[in-house]
């Protein structure tokens, strides 16, 4: 294939963020419309370079053809939608009923959730609806590993102020390792779906503001089975119409297939449930309070942007400008020759 082709799908194939199956078959129709377009060229008396480099430019730039075919193929099937939605609605449905305090029915919710995402993900090429499912499995890991972390640092802060741990030194040691171990977990499918599309990555990590102000509150009250446990109650309803706007949010992300309109939603739409979140705390927070919550959550939410970025930088300055098809996105398979 002549370089010009191959830079130029290398180059649309970084923008494409879809299936790698899916991805791979559309880089294969263009490479073969390329080529067909260059042939045709030929027959009306340019020479092969000037053909080569006339079709790719008649193809378009790489970025506004990857928007295009993003928008065409990206939305999802209602199944996708409705599969999507389904762990939404079943948070929603555990604060609606104020089932949230039964441990082994939430423990048995959560195992189910990582059962469905892990027999989705095990095949290497996760469906849309699975990227909610993951939201949820990773939220065991990801608020243990803060509450750990909060617990290192209590633990730690009592031994430098009083001389001696406020637990058993076991389960002070336990801590430090299951910390890095746990964010190992994390980061390695954080990796793995950014690669995929960050958008993506954004939405599993849709439930994590709102589970973890809830979580920390919770904690700060006293736990899950203190006395205060019960007054968090007064606030399952407002929860429960979170996790139903989530549910709506992910719908319509799913739906849509512009990626600007799928940026706005998730910006709104958490702007929206974080002012609901902080409205439905029995404390009062000031304006500044949320505006820092709003803040907080969108940057989260959003960075994954920021790690593709970088993701994308580091293989660029790694990989040498004719050695395109060692490089991003690992999982593409199409064909150079």
Known sequence: MPFEVTNYLHALARRLH????????II?????HLEDKAAELETQGIDHDAAVARAVQEMGAPDAVARGMYEVHSPGVWRDVILATIPHFLLASLFALHLWSHYFLVSLLLIAIAFVTWRNWRAGSPSKWS?????????APALSWLLSLITLGYGAWTLLTTGQLPFNVVLFFL????????????????????????????????????L???????????GLWSEHAERMQDSDTARAFIFVAMAVTTAVFLKVGPRLLRIGLLTVSTSILVIITAASLPVSLGALAVI???VASLAFLLSPAMLESNMVSRWLQAESFSDLSEGWPPDEGFSSS
Not at 28 to 32: I, P
Not at 181 to 196: D, E, G, H, P, Q
């Open 175 to 210: 801590l430090i390792g299951y910390v890095p171990f746990s964010m190992w977990i994390m980061a390695n499918v954080i990796f793995k779906m950014v690669k995929r599309d960050w958008l993506l990555a954004s939405l599993t990590a849709l439930p994590f503001p709102f």
């Open 18 to 25: 879809l299936d790698p199956a899916e991805k791979d078959e």
């Open 131 to 139: 990227y909610s499912w993951m939201g949820y499995s990773l939220a």
């Open 28 to 32: 294969q129709e263009l490479e073969a």
């Open 292 to 294: 820092l919550m709003i």
């Open 212 to 222: 973890t102000s809830w979580i920390l509150f919770l904690n700060w009250q006293g």
